[in-house]
């Protein structure tokens, strides 16, 4: 990868921080929360998902209907992204995260009072509005509470969460409606209780390293040892302006619609081509899962020991996410597997891939853009990234219902990486500090 120039116009990298590492960890136990909600953000839009095989045959529900239920979701999101990318950018994480994460919980809930897809849609309104809080307000805590060498392996441990929202949600879907002999409501009402645990801990904990009474000095010292321009006021035609926010925003419509789709449909793809049900489609959703957890991690962890040993940023990052790229291209063959573990294997090597990569890829606000702006930015490629899963969706619901095959989907997975890499790169080669006129 050294084809691609980084012609940063900052200080060396490696004169960022003379302060020592601190015996401090209030920003791990930030990471923490953040992590927990990502995992609870992804149990409560994933509860349905694995509903869906019974749900289809409890009221009759089409492959299309499905689709407006998933497609329209993302439509909501993405409108959300740019409302709460705005937001945070004004009122902050804490207030930001409150705020989505209560919206969210009710629109969770009102699921349980509806049975037809277009109810469904309707009920997830303000599911999708929340939701899409949940990574303006991390990614901003993020580049509040970690300088720049920590930063992508914490965007790494929450963005990890998805994964264990997502192997979770399954295994207690199971237990509950299974196990349990519940009605399928109680799916919605368990889940949704937890997000009031978190509410108040976040109301507790989380402040500003400025203003946080349990941070030490050298730890506050580590967090602020890189000099942060806090003031000012970004627009999102101010953002607009700059070919690194059109990177960004390439980026996530290419390859948040594999992820979105893996996530709405896979209990779907496994019952159909598997016979697999709701009490056995667990163990492989468990597997890709954990699978996508390692390539979270791992994705932040090797861009990050780049960035320790003097590689520069630009470099680091499009390193890591071409690594990334070349481990999603096997998924291409997943439909072609003789038995549902080799297709596990072909899906979970996407899944990690799709997570490491995105690791990288959302370092990009707070590697280029001033504080002041990167919520902005987020919310707009949060806002590209809906619309592409939008198209995904849809145009997966009408393929299925006619076609009958998951291959044509399959197959653009495994290239969307590395399409995703040429054109951010095409459009930010030299992965340069941005300034925001105001």
């Known amino acids: 990868m050294s084809k691609f120039s980084d012609q940063r116009a900052q200080a060396p990298e490696t004169a960022e921080h003379a302060v020592p590492r601190p015996r401090g960890r209030v920003r791990w136990i930030i990471c923490g929360l953040l992590f927990a909600a990502v995992v609870l953000s992804y149990i409560d839009r994933l509860v349905l998902g694995v509903l869906k095989p019974e749900l289809s045959s409890l009221y009759g529900w089409s492959n299309t209907g499905y689709g407006d239920i ?46 037809s897809t277009t109810g469904f849609v309707i009920a997830r309104i303000p599911l999708a509005l929340g939701e899409a809080g949940t990574y303006p307000s991390a990614l901003a805590a993020a580049s509040q509470w970690f300088p720049k060498k920590e930063r992508a392996l914490a965007i790494g441990i929450f963005n990890a969460g998805a994964n264990v929202g997502a192997v979770v949600t399954p295994l207690l879907v199971s237990l509950l409606v299974v196990s349990f002999a519940l009605n399928w409501r109680w799916a919605f009402i368990v889940t949704g209780s937890f997000n009031l645990v978190w509410l108040g801990l976040w109301f507790w904990l989380y402040r500003k390293p400025s203003d946080h009474p349990k941070l030490t000095q050298e730890e506050r010292a580590w967090i602020e040892a890189e000099p942060a321009e806090d003031v000012g006021r970004a627009t999102f035609r101010s953002v607009l302006r700059h070919r690194e926010t059109w990177a960004y925003m390439a980026g996530r419509f290419l390859i948040d619609p594999v992820w979105w789709t893996f996530l709405f449909w896979l209990p779907d793809f496994f019952s159909k081509q598997y016979g697999y049900d709701l009490k056995s489609f667990g163990p492989p959703l468990v597997a890709i899962y954990i699978l996508a957890d390692l390539g979270a991690i791992s994705g932040g962890w090797y861009s990050s020991h780049l960035l320790k040993r003097g590689v520069t940023t630009g470099r680091a990052r499009k390193r890591a996410m071409f690594a990334c790229a070349l481990f999603a291209l096997p998924v291409m063959f997943a439909v072609q597997a003789s038995n549902i573990w080799i297709a596990v294997a072909f899906i979970g090597l996407a899944c990690a891939a799709h997570q490491g990569f995105s690791t990288n890829l959302f370092a990009l606000p707070g590697d280029l853009f001033p504080r002041y702006a990167q919520g902005t930015l987020v919310g707009l490629g949060g806002f590209a990234g809906a619309a592409g899963g939008f198209i995904a969706s849809k145009s997966l619901g009408l393929l299925l219902d006619t076609v009958g095959s998951y291959q044509p989907f399959f197959i653009a997975c495994g290239m969307a990486y590395l399409l995703a890499l040429l054109v951010t790169h095409l459009l930010n080669p030299r992965y340069k500090a941005v300034t925001i006129a105001v």
């Open 70 to 115: 998933t497609g329209y979701f993302q439509v909501c999101y993405g409108f959300g992204f740019l409302f709460f990318g705005w937001l945070i950018d004004r009122i902050g994480a804490r207030a930001g995260y409150l705020l989505a994460m209560a919206t969210w919980t009710v629109g969770h809930l009102a699921q349980v009072l509806v049975t």
